[in-house]
């Protein structure tokens, strides 16, 4: 049974941790996160900060943070195991992708980059070379990306690298399609804040010679970063990362 830890368990963490218990697929080592309310009645050590003779022990730590916390503890958890990561605005900063790819042959560990909040990551990937254009719009509420706007406003329109850092926690779909597609400065991006829905929406858009592709996802969300879909997701994702062998992959 593989042995799994957690960097970060609210919302889609205790999904996953609750799904690994149910399934029985994964032993919980750890959790780390100085938050953490166990209302899940788990008997793993729960951590502020991380351990190394834990992370020894482990086989793959899952990110569910935020970008800032995913990368203070990037080097120790890939010296020892491999990376599940939803924070994927990380890769928006050249040295720290440039670090993750470094960290990954030196040790011989894995990062799984999981599709969650939309569908089709994978196509996204298959089609990375023949991709013209890619472009993401995204509608959440204003609660939701952290703004008090009270009526629909366009927040950002560009390239996709500088709104990673303008939004971390919220635009981890554009990173992740940046990630698989064409890169985070060909990549459009364009974020409105709108008080009037109750979503997160993401319209995508890839086009190439011949090809037109539309993805058009909405999931419920109350105002929160994560939407009502992304926590199945994850659990899918992560019952084909403990049956997976192989190199780096989308799941
Ligand atoms: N890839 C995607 O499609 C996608 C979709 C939704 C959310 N996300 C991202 O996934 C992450 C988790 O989302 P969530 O809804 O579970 O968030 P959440 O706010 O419910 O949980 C985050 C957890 O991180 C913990 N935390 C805070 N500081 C910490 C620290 N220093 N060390 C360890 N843990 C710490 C908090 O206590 C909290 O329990 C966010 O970064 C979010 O942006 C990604």
Partial sequence: MKKVGFLGCGKIGKALAKHLIESKEGEITFVQDPGFVNDLDLSCPVLSQADESLLAQTDLVIECATANVLKANLELILKHCDLM????????????????????KEYGHKVYI?????????????????WNEVHITTTKSPK????????RTLVYDGPTRAVCSLYPRNVNVHACIALAGIGFDKTHSTIISDPAVSTNAHLITLKGDGMDITLDI??????????????HSACGSLDRVLAAEGALRFV
Avoid: M, Q, W
């Fill in 114 to 130: 999981p599709h969650g909040a939309i569908l089709g990551i994978d196509g996204i990937f298959d089609g990375h070379k023949i």
């Fill in 85 to 104: 990561l939803f924070s994927v605005t990380t890769f928006s900063e050249k040295e720290t992708e440039e670090k993750i790819r470094t960290l990954c």
């Fill in 144 to 151: 939701s990306l952290g703004r008090t706007d009270t009526e």
């Fill in 218 to 231: 909405s999931s419920y969300a109350n105002g929160a970063v994560t939407g009502a879909y992304t926590p």
